[in-house]
Nanobody, 128 residues
Framework: QVQLVESGGRLVQPGGSLSLSCLASGGTISRLTMGWFRQTPGKGREFVAGISYSGGNIWYGDSGKGRFTISRDNALNTVSLQMNSLKPEDTAVYYC?????????????????????WGQGTQVTVSS
């Protein structure tokens, strides 16, 4: 099975930038749809961004579009989330996820139930 480990979460000031990384082990992610979710105590797990097998299709949740950028490097078995212009409401635990569903160019998976492998999460705190 594929194991996912997120890293890069930390405290950052509003307006700042942060890059999260997800390293996969136990198998290649080249045939998996990858995504990022986030979760706060008062809210469920929210879809942030998704990317198809080779990066030909990218889609974002409401909070991710415009400020966040998802990317992947299949050779390194990694997925990244670049976050810019961060706001306090971006504070959450961010999770990397992988799905066996979808296709290379036409996947727009955004439901928690669509993803099969999950990382442990990394805390992002946006505060002054």
């Amino acid at each position: 099975q594929v194991q996912l480990v997120e890293s890069g979460g930390r405290l950052v000031q509003p307006g700042g930038s942060l890059s999260l990384s997800c390293l996969a082990s136990g198998g290649t992610i080249s045939r998996l749809t990858m995504g990022w979710f986030r979760q706060t105590p008062g809210k469920g797990r929210e879809f942030v961004a998704g990317i198809s097998y080779s990066g030909g299709n990218i889609w974002y949740g409401d909070s991710g579009k415009g400020r966040f950028t998802i990317s992947r490097d299949n050779a390194l078995n990694t997925v990244s989330l670049q976050m810019n212009s961060l706001k306090p409401e971006d504070t959450a635990v961010y999770y990397c996820a992988a799905s066996r569903s979808g296709s290379d160019l036409f996947s727009t998976l955004r439901l928690e139930s669509d993803y099969h492998y999950w990382g442990q999460g990394t805390q992002v705190t946006v505060s002054s």
